[in-house]
């Protein structure tokens, strides 16, 4: 059972996880140092905790230590208990609903681990947005692909927003960093997969027009919402294939058309 | 052409539809009474002009005055340039690079005649943000619906947010709100449309099983993120249609599910 705490001086060093979440880079910082991430409202909390991750602490407000008291009990980590105005001051903006948690960050999982146990898997190349890595993920988690891989520059899944937007997502699907991105075409091959690049290009396959063979597994790669897929992707390919847009339009959001390809690509 | 003028007084009068942008209520109000909406950032200025709005004044940081110089060209609207940090004082925020026009806003359309010269469309029960809106809006354009119907409590499509959020396609893409909204199953059904209404309903037909008569008019309709549609669609509906998920995962956002029937029921 977690330890409740009524917490009178904002600048109590225990709440230190929790100061200035809205500061970008000032979290990077901490959350790589410390090995945490932060999981904002009661859903999120909640799934953190039954996907496995372990608590460090939580901070609530009042109201939000009863309804979590189910998952309070299953933890020994310290809950400290703040109004809602006070958890703004430490955090540093209106937080959803009044209850976080500083989570440990899980062990990176490495490629190899993940694609060995899938058959199906979105590749993203720098997507650098939060919200679009989140939307990403829970789209992809939904539509029952088994995993994500990211390039290097791609942002942080377990960001808060990343994580806030997902709903929860990025907690049960699996998911990797490929270190050596100029080398990620030949680990896809030598796994087993097919890959299908999401482009613009004038000669690239229409989606309608794609029919993977039975059995096969597909890895299908997107890329940054600006320029698109690096030239390196675009050659390296096994398929380069072209979601047809109405005269006039640039584009779906890549989280919008990553869900149009997955949906295509269902078994 | 525009009439290039210096402005030093960030509280002169002719500024005022520029205030406090991110003041939601504010904003509502103003433009309202006003009659005029945000375009913001250079490529969303440009697409309203093209699109044959009308602009009230554009407010640019310098480099974008040359930029836009052909579209300033085309117009007698007043240009008011300030360095970008003034900008920034005057609107309340960092703008999308300092590039800013107000617009009149364009006669609402009715759903009649939007109906009229439409054969598949999107009708949005009460979907009250504005990111989901126009991220909405962006994928049933790109994806090639024609048109886009909003029920009295959705968000406004020409709100700053959702403008940015659509990359513009609120300016091509035409919309409506159906005033009446109990009779707007009626509407869709006497303007010869079959209504195909997206819920998680458990007895819903998935999706993939789903197959509209050749030459049918198809009428998506889509509810709001929590509660879904309301009993009343629910019943009302032709047909309820269920996009197939991954055990464990809610739903998709609204603008993905949107973005899944959309290219499912492509002609």
Redesign the interface.
Known sequence: MAEMIRVDDLRDPRLRDYVDLRDVSLRKLLETERGLYIAEGEKVVRRAVTAGHRPRSFLLAPRWAETLSDVLESSDAPCFVLEEKSIEHVTGFHVHRGALAAMDRPEPRSPESVLEQARRVVVAEDLVDHTNIG?LM??V????FDAVLLSPRCADPLYRRSVKVA?G?VF?LPYARIEDWYAAPELLRDHGFTSYAMTLADDAVPL?EVRPEPGEKIALIVGSEGPGLTEHWQRAADHRVV????A??????V???T??AC??F?P
């Open positions: 939307a829970r789209n988690a939904a539509l029952g709903m997502a049960s309608d979601i047809p847009m109405a006039g339009i640039d584009s779906l959001n989280a919008a058309s869900a149009v949906w295509h269902r």
